[in-house]
């Protein structure tokens, strides 16, 4: 995860927390990251202008002022329910972590009562999802795709063999369950399909991709769409 979308995803865990505040080590935990590097970003947000509060000593911490919630919003119960499953059955699709950073910000501006019906509906919802690559290894892999800048990855084929090879990012797919990191193989001078769940280590690297397009792999099945191609509310 970038440091810009750590920052916003610790501003809604402080906003979550409410009261009670949150421990610097909690917050660096949660993110994977040192206790150093928490308070570093916490300091970045109080200068930004965000109101956090510190309560120092045992059972001290960190939290967000009252009144810095988003207004009501309407759902329904069954709408907040398919949030909460698109989000819980979709761990390992690319921004996960944010897609359930957005959801859980949505359900707590809820009406009470909508909110408790979406909580009864929600315990009739069952889901066992796979285990996800490393969360290190897909944030490392979003933000390149996000600032199309070259990835390095330690890959490890379907026949065993391991790789570190330089990427540049293109799409994001998902087929037959599996998500896949395509991109321009440079080991290869090559467009190449990388099982996200077999990348091992990733790296962003400083240099900027060549400008590969999406339509150099191809023409897509019948049936994939990009995601905002999807949404319909009709």
Known sequence: MKRAERLHALTEALRRSGSRGCSAERLARDFEVSVRTVKRDLQALERSGAPIWSRPGPGGGYGLAVGTTLPPISLSP????????????????????????????????????????????????????????????????????????????????????????????????????????VGWCRMRDAMRWFTVSRVERASVTSASCSGHTVAEVGEPPAHANPVHGRINPY
């Open 78 to 181: 069954v709408q907040a329910v398919a949030l909460m499953a698109a989000a819980a059955a979709a761990p390992d699709a690319p921004y996960a972590d944010l897609a359930t950073a957005g959801v859980a910000k949505i359900l707590d501006v809820l009406d009470p009562r909508t909110r408790a019906r979406a909580d009864a509906l929600a315990d009739r919802i069952w889901v066992d999802a796979p285990p996800t690559a490393s969360r290190a290894v897909r944030s490392a892999l979003e933000e390149a795709m996000a600032d199309q800048r070259v990835v390095r990855i330690r890959y490890t084929s379907g026949t065993g063999s391991t790789t570190t090879r330089d990427v540049e990012p293109v799409l994001f797919a998902s087929t037959n369950g599996q998500w896949y990191l």
